[in-house]
T-cell receptor, first 109, second 114 residues
Framework: DAKTTQPPSMDCAEGRAANLPCNHS???????VYWYRQIHSQGPQYIIH???NNETNEMASLIITEDRKSSTLILPHATLRDTAVYYCIAYFGNEKLTFGTGTRLTIIP | EPEVTQTPSHQVTQMGQEVILRCVPI?????FYWYRQILGQKVEFLVSFYNNEISEKSEIFDDQFSVERPDGSNFTLKIRSTKLEDSAMYFCASSERSWNTEAFFGQGTRLTVV
């Protein structure tokens, strides 16, 4: 699995868009970019994933650069409940997930 | 919405005792996993299970650990002789297939070894 790099922490004002960056410069052609989050000590929660194209679902949008070396997770209207650790994982999507240290996102009231 | 359920939510056990952590994966899922998270550390993969056998395991998953799917709904993790360093949150997860899909995680069992 390709290594990913994320900022250790970020703040975002409630109601604003939270943009979480991730670098994965060594990603290979068939590795997906997955995002999970972990709220407090709960089980990780899937957010979104993509291969090449930008993706959107009810939780977030995923923007992947054309060269696929980086991506951004966008939470369009952050709420206090979005405070969590966010993990960007580049992998083949086959079974084992390797979690890094992620980005601790704090939503400020 | 379907969910992965884990029991118990918290288990305290004495060092050297056997412990079984239980999970009910989502019903139509075929791939099952255990992860653990020691307090303040990363979420670590332990084992994946498919078609009634282990498909991959990490170096953490030594002979003290075993997994079983005793019936059509439960998936268990057994630790034979617990050590203090086994104290952690243990998360069960399941997925519909192994490729291009998401894993659904349970809320975890907090294991405390005293």
């Amino acid at each position: 699995d390709a290594k990913t790099t994320q900022p250790p922490s970020m703040d975002c004002a409630e109601g604003r868009a939270a943009n979480l960056p991730c670098n994965h410069s060594t990603i290979s052609g068939n590795e997906y970019v997955y995002w999970y989050r972990q709220i407090h000590s709960q089980g990780p929660q899937y957010i979104i994933h993509g291969l090449k194209n930008n993706e959107t679902n009810e939780m977030a949008s995923l923007i992947i650069t054309e060269d696929r070396k980086s991506s951004t997770l966008i939470l369009p209207h952050a709420t206090l409940r979005d405070t969590a650790v966010y993990y960007c994982i580049a992998y083949f999507g086959n079974e084992k997930l390797t979690f890094g240290t992620g980005t601790r996102l704090t939503i400020i009231p | 919405e379907p969910e992965v359920t884990q029991t118990p939510s918290h288990q305290v056990t004495q060092m050297g005792q056997e412990v079984i952590l239980r999970c009910v994966p989502i019903s139509n899922h075929l791939y099952f996993y255990w992860y653990r998270q020691i307090l303040g550390q990363k979420v670590e993969f332990l084992v994946s299970f498919y078609n009634n056998e282990i498909s991959e395991k990490s170096e953490i998953f030594d002979d003290q650990f075993s997994v079983e799917r005793p019936d059509g709904s439960n998936f268990t993790l057994k630790i034979r002789s617990t050590k203090l360093e086994d104290s952690a949150m243990y998360f069960c997860a399941s997925s519909e297939r192994s490729w291009n899909t998401e894993a659904f995680f349970g809320q975890g069992t907090r294991l405390t070894v005293v």
